[in-house]
T-cell receptor
Framework: DAGVTQSPTHLIKTRGQQVTLRCSPISGHKSVSWYQQVLGQGPQFIFQYYEKEERGRGNFPDRFSARQFPNYSSELNVNALLLGDSALYLC?????????????FGDGTRLSIL | QQQVKQSPQSLIVQKGGIPIINCAYENTAFDYFPWYQQFPGKGPALLIAIRPDVSEKKEGRFTISFNKSAKQFSLHIMDSQPGDSATYFCAASRSGQNFVFGPGTRLSVLP
């Protein structure tokens, strides 16, 4: 079975631009979460979606937004990119996003801002 | 209160040794504590997880010890191998939502 897939794997943008990252969860998983991982640090929670509804939001500015589609795939959008947005963006899926349900991560999108 | 503290930052052991990584949390509402292993260029992979109503859980060579009163939990890797060299993250969540990760421990297992 395919795991969590993310695209693109690498992306280079300049300051002020906008970016869209994509995630396809494991088949049958209905909950998707997004994380930002800066080099040398642990992942930081950005959003969680379940059944197309936002279930949780981390401490990130409004420049970050996301949505989940009827097929449970998800997009993360970041506007007005800053140098500090350079990071690995991870997507994780779980069956329903409830307790005892492990999150399975994709290999991420490496975003570099010039 | 949302932080998860993790130590040590890095750890070097000989093959066959038992590295121990410790984590501490403040939020008593956390009810799920997973450990993840991450290799360079890859996403984190779930190793083992525990609920606060259990004091210890073993899966293969990996053991979690949980101390609810101290709000601490630790990962032990038995008979460590060079292939275990990776970065390890503890995490905590409430009802499977809004996971909080520790800063990570870089483990090196020498042959």
């Amino acid at each position: 079975d395919a795991g969590v897939t993310q695209s693109p794997t690498h992306l280079i943008k300049t300051r002020g631009q906008q970016v869209t990252l994509r995630c396809s969860p494991i088949s049958g998983h209905k909950s998707v979460s997004w994380y930002q991982q800066v080099l040398g640090q642990g992942p930081q929670f950005i959003f969680q979606y379940y059944e197309k509804e936002e279930r949780g939001r981390g401490n990130f500015p409004d420049r970050f937004s996301a949505r989940q589609f009827p097929n449970y795939s998800s997009e993360l959008n970041v506007n007005a990119l800053l140098l500090g947005d350079s990071a690995l963006y991870l997507c994780a899926s779980s069956p329903r996003g409830e307790v005892n349900q492990p999150q399975h991560f994709g290999d991420g999108t490496r975003l570099s801002i010039l | 209160q949302q932080q998860v503290k993790q130590s040590p930052q890095s750890l070097i052991v000989q093959k066959g040794g038992i590295p121990i990584i410790n984590c501490a949390y403040e939020n008593t509402a956390f009810d799920y504590f997973p450990w993840y292993q991450q290799f360079p260029g890859k996403g984190p992979a779930l190793l083992i997880a525990i609920r606060p109503d259990v004091s210890e859980k073993k899966e293969g060579r990996f053991t979690i010890s949980f101390n609810k009163s101290a709000k601490q939990f630790s990962l032990h890797i038995m008979d460590s191998q060079p292939g275990d060299s990776a970065t390890y993250f503890c995490a905590a969540s409430r009802s499977g939502q809004n996971f909080v990760f520790g800063p990570g421990t870089r483990l090196s297992v020498l042959p």
